[in-house]
């Protein structure tokens, strides 16, 4: 992939990465409403000058408290798409999360590559991991999936059954592999209007990403640009 990160929803995660699958995975048909043919969702309100941040693989302490903090000072609204082994061992943060108003989504329990899992084999993980949700927050929706690698296979499917959409990305950033704060913001400033941003904040130490959202909140509202929420 180019040091400018992967635009487009191919795919991007390792353990606790949303990065590619071999060789690429197909990106899909991608029409103005920013939904592909596949119904995985990548851009939300194009034409505007918006941008929605995505976080995956959380929580994770101290790195999902620090971009929280930050979220509040700038009054930035986020997805937070979370594993459900992480959940079960930081409820508080699970709590936190949506006591300040972000979105949550679904994961996967362990962050497996569920592209080539049969319909049962999905629906019990996505199943799991909304009951431990919604055990750490009580009642609180859980509107959005995300597929781990961005491999999706049946998962489309069996999240709406479950009432959810599938939420992939426009931008990825690639903050797997941390390549310093410069570069992150350069790269995120690669996002199409409507775009969604695929960030971590999870899977290993995110105080880079941590910096890098910092410093890209401010530079994108100087040039006219919102940060939104998708509808939950």
Do not use: C, K
């Amino acid at each position: 992939m180019s040091g400018a990160g992967r635009v487009g929803g191919a795919a991007a995660d390792g353990e606790g990465f949303d990065g590619p699958p071999p060789d690429g995975a197909p990106a899909g048909d991608r029409p103005a409403d920013g939904v592909r043919s596949d119904g995985v969702i990548e851009v939300v309100g194009g034409g505007e000058r918006t941008i929605v941040l995505t976080f995956d693989d959380g929580p994770n302490p101290p790195d999902t408290a620090d971009l929280l903090d930050l979220l509040a000072r700038e009054d930035v609204p986020a997805v937070f798409f979370l594993v459900g082994e992480r959940v079960v061992e930081h409820p508080d943060l699970v709590a936190r999360i949506a006591a300040d108003g972000h979105v949550l989504g679904n994961h996967s329990w362990q962050h497996d590559d569920l592209g080539d899992a049969s319909p049962d084999v999905v629906h019990a993980d996505l199943t799991r991991t909304l009951d431990a949700i919604r055990a750490a927050v009580p009642g609180a929706p859980v509107p959005y999936w995300r597929a781990p690698f961005g491999s999706w296979g049946a998962t489309v499917d069996v999240a709406a059954s479950l009432g959810m959409r599938s939420m992939g990305w426009h931008t990825a950033v690639e903050d797997w592999v941390p390549p310093g704060v410069d570069e992150l913001v350069r790269r995120m400033e690669a996002v199409a209007p409507g775009g969604v941003i695929l960030l971590h904040d999870g899977g290993g130490d995110r105080s880079q990403t941590v910096a890098a959202v910092a410093r890209f909140v401010p530079l994108m509202r100087e040039r006219g640009w919102q940060f939104v929420a998708p509808p939950a």
